[in-house]
């Protein structure tokens, strides 16, 4: 069971990435997929989840109209675009699955909870 993130990578402020979460072992579409991020010196935190089908999400108040996150459950992939980058979006990016079936993408975020993580992906935003 693997969760691998891809596409992070130095930009410009106001520069767009678009992130992938791939999955191998099991069945993304099985999975509420989350993504999170952690700074240095800051604790870990939501930024956006999906619900299994994709029809619910969720997006932290600093990532609103900025990120997108979506799924393609035919090729076990979720993505994050993130678009107008900030400085302050610079951090490790995580994605992660929870099978729980009393689970909401809001309540994923808030709790920051998973049953599978991802390594990490650093994005960097600077100029």
């Known amino acids: 069971v693997q969760l691998v993130e891809s596409g992070g990578g130095l930009v410009q402020p106001g520069g767009s990435l678009r992130l992938s979460c791939s999955a191998s072992?099991?069945?993304?579409?099985?999975?509420?997929i989350g993504w999170f991020r952690q700074a240095p010196g800051k604790e870990r935190e939501g930024v956006s989840c999906?619900?299994?089908?994709?029809?619910?999400?969720h997006y932290a108040d600093s990532v609103e109209g900025r990120f997108t996150i979506s799924r393609d459950n035919a090729k076990n992939t979720v993505y994050l675009e993130m678009n107008s980058l900030k400085p302050e979006d610079t951090a490790i990016y995580f994605c992660?699955?929870?099978?729980?079936?009393?689970?909401?993408?809001?309540?994923?975020?808030?709790?920051?909870?998973?049953?599978?993580w991802g390594q990490g992906t650093q994005v960097t935003v600077s100029s």
């Open positions: 999906i619900s299994r089908r994709g029809l619910a999400v």
């Open positions: 072992g099991f069945t993304l579409a099985d999975y509420y």
């Open positions: 992660a699955a929870s099978g729980s079936f009393s689970i909401t993408a809001h309540v994923m975020c808030r709790s920051n909870s998973g049953d599978y």
